[in-house]
């Protein structure tokens, strides 16, 4: 059974910085890509950032040049560096981790983080 722990949430200032963590576990062979995901209050979830095996990043328009995701394959983690926080960041953040099984992308999610940014 696959399982994603996530660590690192909390309450910080604007223009604070928070580092989140996830260790997944459970799964055979690795992912194919792990990256964060958040849910704002009233919206829907939304990626925040992702990273391949072959080490290409994907982010959010709105956290670029202040995140950065990285990750370490053999462990199965990856962590969220989250600098000059803004009060609009402030949501549930989840762990994802996708494997394809054939030509099926599976997802495991985290159980969420939360993630608060006071002006």
């Known amino acids: 059974q696959v399982q994603l722990a996530e660590s690192g949430g909390g309450l910080v200032q604007a223009g604070g910085s928070l580092k989140l963590s996830c260790a997944a576990s459970?799964?055979?062979?690795?992912?194919?890509?792990m990256g964060w995901f958040r849910r704002a209050p009233g919206k829907q979830r939304r990626l925040v950032a992702s990273?391949?095996?072959?080490?290409?990043?994907t982010y959010a328009d709105s956290v670029k040049g202040r995140f950065t995701i990285s990750r370490d394959i053999a462990k199965n983690t990856v962590s969220l560096q989250m600098n000059n926080l803004k009060p609009e960041d402030t949501a549930v953040y989840y762990c994802?981790?996708?494997?394809?099984?054939?030509?099926?992308?599976?997802?495991?999610w985290g159980q969420g983080t939360q993630v608060t940014v006071s002006s």
């Open positions: 994802n981790a996708r494997k394809r099984y054939s030509s099926v992308d599976e997802d495991y």
């Open positions: 459970g799964i055979r062979g690795g992912f194919d890509a």
């Open positions: 990273v391949d095996n072959g080490g290409t990043t």
